[in-house]
C-alpha cells in the first residue's frame, strides 16, 4: 500500500507532463498545418493519423506479453519525444505529416496499455478517473498558453518544450515495477464475442460520425471564422476543463457494466449537440460551447471503454483495449477523408450536420445492448 502511494506521485507527475506536452503540441497539429496552406484532403489526413496508428494496438498488446507494459511506453515516449523536436523544424507540409504520423504510431501506444497499469498496479478505477483529470487539468492550462505563444513567437518553441515534457513523462515511469501478463496467455480473445461485437458495431457507426467532423472544425475556425490560435486554445481549454469534471462524475457513477452503455449514450447525445452548435457558429463562444459539449461525449466514451475493459471478467484488459482502439483505426482510415470530401460537396457546415445524425444513432444501437449486458454481467459486478 506505501508503494502504491509512492507511485502516485510519480503518475501524476508522468500525466501532468503527458498533459503539458500534448497542449503544447498535438492540440495544434491541425490549426497549424491548416495556416501552412493544407488542403482539406491533408487536414484530413492529420485527422486520421492519431486513430490509423491505433491499428497497431494488438501487436503493441502482444508484445508487451514479451517485454513488458514499462519499456514499451518508456520506448514510446523517447520515440514520440524525438518526432515531436523534428516537427518543430518542419517547413514542408508533406514532412509535417509524416512526421505526425510517426509520432501518433508510438505515441499511441500508452492509450492500449495505461488501463492495465491501473488494473494491475493500482486495481482502483478510481486513479484512473484522478488521472485523467490531473492530466486534462494542466492540458486545459497549457492549451491556452500554447496559443498565447504561438501567436507571439511560433509553434516552434511550443513543440521544442513539448519535447522536454516528454522526456520528464519517461523519467517519471522508470520506478514503476514491470508489468507482464505470462498466466493469461492462453485466455480467449474478444474478437467472436457477439456482445462485444455489437458494442464494436455501436462504435464504427458513431465514430464514423465523430471523425467526420475532425477536417471540419480546423477549417470552420481559421477559414471561416478567421480565429486567433489563443481563441482557440481556449476553446480547446474549455473542452478540457469540461473533460476532467465530467471524467470524475463518470468515474463515480460507473457502478456495473450496463451503467457504462448509459454513459456512452449521454456521450453520443453531447457530441451531437456539438456538431449543431458548429453548423449554427457565427461567434467565439459559439466555439467554447461546443468545446464543453466535445469534453462531456468525449469523457464519457473514454472513461466509458476503460471502465468497461477492466470490468469485463472473460478478457485481458489490454485485449479489448486494443480491440477498439482498433477498429478507431479503421474508421480513422476513412471517416475524416469521408468529411473531406462533404466538404468540398456541400460545405463545411453542412458536413457537421451530416456527422451529427450518424452520431445519434448511436444512441439507438446502445438502448439495444442494456439488456444482453445486463443478463450476462450484472451477477458478476
Known amino acids: 500500500m506505501n508503494k502504491t502511494k509512492k507511485l502516485l506521485k510519480f503518475e501524476f507527475l508522468a500525466q501532468g507532463s503527458l498533459g503539458a ?37 494488438p501487436f503493441w498488446a502482444r508484445v508487451s506479453q514479451r517485454i513488458g507494459v514499462k519499456k514499451l511506453v518508456i520506448m514510446s515516449f523517447l520515440f514520440a519525444s524525438f518526432f515531436l523536436f523534428m516537427l518543430a523544424f518542419s517547413e514542408s507540409i508533406s514532412l509535417f505529416l509524416l512526421l505526425i504520423f510517426l509520432y501518433y504510431t508510438f505515441y499511441g501506444i500508452k492509450e492500449v496499455l495505461y488501463p492495465t497499469i491501473v488494473e494491475r498496479v493500482y486495481m482502483d478505477l478510481r486513479i484512473l478517473s484522478h488521472a485523467e483529470a490531473t492530466y486534462t487539468l494542466i492540458y486545459t492550462i497549457t492549451v491556452g498558453i500554447a496559443g498565447y505563444i504561438m501567436d507571439v513567437e511560433s509553434h516552434r518553441l511550443a513543440f521544442i518544450l513539448a519535447s522536454g515534457l516528454l522526456i520528464i513523462a519517461t523519467l517519471s515511469r522508470l520506478p514503476f515495477p514491470e508489468v507482464k501478463d505470462c498466466e493469461n496467455e492462453n485466455r480467449d ?56 469534471i465530467f471524467s470524475e462524475l463518470w468515474g463515480r ?33 459559439h466555439i467554447y460551447l461546443a468545446g464543453a459539449l466535445c469534453g462531456i461525449g468525449g469523457s464519457a466514451i473514454s472513461i466509458g471503454w476503460q471502465a468497461f475493459s477492466m470490468g469485463v471478467p472473460d478478457y485481458r484488459t489490454e485485449d479489448l483495449s486494443a480491440l477498439h482502439l482498433t477498429t478507431c483505426g479503421i474508421r480513422g482510415l476513412y ?29 439507438f444501437i446502445a438502448e439495444a445492448l442494456i439488456n444482453p449486458l445486463k443478463e450476462r454481467f450484472e451477477l458478476l459486478d
Open 21 to 57: 506536452a500534448e497542449g503544447l503540441a498535438e492540440a495544434f497539429f491541425d490549426v497549424i498545418i491548416t495556416r501552412m496552406g493544407a488542403s482539406p484532403f491533408i487536414v484530413g489526413l492529420v485527422g486520421s493519423s492519431s486513430y490509423i496508428s491505433n491499428l497497431f494496438s
Open 335 to 363: 471517416a475524416p477523408l469521408l468529411g473531406s470530401f462533404l466538404i468540398n460537396l456541400i460545405g463545411v457546415r453542412k458536413t457537421f450536420i451530416v456527422a451529427g445524425l450518424i452520431v445519434i444513432t448511436g444512441v
Open 253 to 285: 457513477v460507473i457502478k456495473k457494466l450496463s451503467h457504462v452503455v448509459r454513459v456512452f449514450q449521454l456521450g453520443f447525445i453531447a457530441i451531437g449537440a456539438m456538431a449543431g452548435i458548429y453548423f449554427m457558429s457565427t461567434l467565439p463562444w
Open 189 to 244: 480473445l474478444p474478437y467472436r464475442d457477439k456482445l462485444i461485437l455489437s458494442l464494436v458495431l455501436m462504435f464504427m457507426i458513431a465514430g464514423t460520425g465523430m471523425l467526420m467532423m475532425l477536417p471540419a472544425i480546423p477549417i470552420l475556425e481559421v477559414r471561416l471564422l478567421n480565429l486567433s490560435n489563443m481563441t482557440i486554445g481556449i476553446a480547446i481549454a474549455i473542452d478540457s476543463l469540461t473533460y476532467v
